[in-house]
């Protein structure tokens, strides 16, 4: 018997398949052939001709996705929980996720959002029709809402109704808008006893980096090692000044996070992280919260894990100043108290809270800075035309002005030291 048909057999006798035998083998006989396909367009995630995505239908390609994006970004529509469907050489779907379904008002977006609209893309001929509707598995959120609706009742602080308002309006309506605004109370709620977020969160799957999948945990604080992670936070600041380039390359003011330790209840997503920093769409100028998550990988040395973990993301994603754009216009490199210019390092054009935005990285575990050749590399976020780019930087950041070569090579043997447990 192959993993196929133990699979099979699995789902067939659980309890489900046992209540609803017809309904369950339907499932089943639609899903089972794509689940185990190793046809070549089946086998990679990606755009057409030659991969597959759910994000996009059968017959979008590249030149599709990035048209779609050049018009969602002039409608200022955020693309984290849509979907795009081609349904002929002019005319798409763009597709909300919500319960609700047919015209209406998506909160924080243009009124006449939902409906058809033509578009010119620069530097095309022709315009082409993208009609947005919403309705995008409303049965499933519809579930979910009804879920914090009862929510709502047992919420102990003014903070938490507004927080499960704002999930309710936000999977009602389809409205990132509202997410965000929900994230903003989410973010100031600190040290609950049981923690909690739902979002369309990471876009990882998407060939564009620019539609994310639904993301859920919930679990509870551990309060006796969050005040050991927040005694870290306490003293990032201080750390900060020891790494080996200008301050003028740190942010302005560090904005500490919540940073809690959660044991989890579950995690509902494709991969669970071991931590991270969320929410993604606050802009950064509220701060974040770092749930650092435990309940698996039991039989790794948990030390070791949480100190690269919290490192990585408290004074790596958390401290690095941001360059970008501000309505097209490059931000003037400042200069640092003794004169040296403050490079702006990289400016890709970017989608919606990322706009334009370049985070860099200092103390990565994969994005570890310090090479054994002696350069560091400052790990840079981005988009280019709608497109994620993770890379590192080849220059030789010594040459940068007030490069501190001493200091540098005492990060190096610390990162040595950790990365042997």
């Not at 009862?150 to 936000?170: C, H, N, P, Q, W």
């Not at 690095?320 to 490059?330: A, F, L, M, N, T």
Request: aromatic share 10%; proline share 5%.
């Amino acid at each position: 018997m192959g993993l196929r048909e133990k699979f099979e057999r699995l789902v067939l006798e659980s309890e489900a398949g046992k209540n609803d035998p017809e309904g369950i083998a339907g499932l089943w006989n639609s899903l089972s052939y794509r689940m185990y396909s190793l046809e070549e367009r089946h086998r990679v995630l990606g755009l057409g001709p030659k991969c597959t995505s759910s994000y996009y239908s059968f017959t979008c390609d590249m030149d599709d996705a990035k048209l779609a994006q050049e018009f969602m970004l002039s409608k200022n529509l955020a693309a984290f929980n849509t979907r795009l469907i081609k349904k002929s050489l002019h005319e798409y779907e763009i597709r909300l996720a919500s319960s609700e379904t047919g015209d209406g008002v998506v909160p924080g977006c243009d009124k006449c959002l939902l409906g058809s609209h033509e578009f010119t893309a620069e530097g095309a001929d022709a315009p082409v029709t993208f009609h947005i509707t919403r309705g995008d598995y409303s049965k499933l959120l519809a579930k979910v809402v009804t879920c914090f609706e009862k929510a709502r009742e047992f919420a102990t602080t003014e903070a938490e109704s507004r927080m499960l308002d704002g999930y309710i309006v936000s999977f009602t309506t389809g409205s990132v808008p509202s997410h965000m605004d929900m994230a903003r109370i989410w973010i100031k709620n600190k040290s609950p006893a049981v923690e909690t977020f739902f979002a369309f969160l990471e876009s990882y799957r998407d060939p564009l980096g620019v539609r994310a999948e639904f993301e859920a945990f919930v679990g509870f604080v551990n309060k006796e090692r969050s005040a050991k992670y927040q005694e870290l936070v306490n003293n990032t600041e201080r750390l900060l000044k020891t790494l080996p380039w200008p301050a003028e390359y740190e942010m302005d003011k560090f904005l500490r996070p919540d940073t809690l330790s959660i044991d989890l209840l579950t995690y509902g997503a494709s991969g669970v992280p071991d931590g991270c920093n969320i929410p993604y769409s606050s802009g950064g100028d509220v701060g974040h919260k770092v749930p650092k998550l435990r309940g698996f990988l039991r039989r790794m040395p948990r030390g070791t894990i949480d100190i690269k973990v919290i490192i990585r993301t408290i004074s790596g994603m958390l401290s690095g100043h941001v360059h970008g754009r501000h309505e097209g216009q490059s931000q003037t490199p400042r200069t640092t108290d003794e004169g040296y210019p403050a490079i702006c390092i990289a400016i890709w054009p970017c989608s919606w809270w990322l706009s334009g935005h370049v985070h860099i990285r200092h103390l990565g575990q994969s994005q570890t800075p310090m090479t054994i050749s002696g350069r560091l590399s400052c790990h840079v976020h981005g988009r280019h035309h709608g497109q994620s780019q993770r890379g590192y930087l080849t220059d030789n950041l010594r040459e940068l002005p007030g490069y501190d070569n001493d200091r540098q090579a005492q990060w190096l043997r610390l990162m040595i030291i950790i990365n042997q447990f």
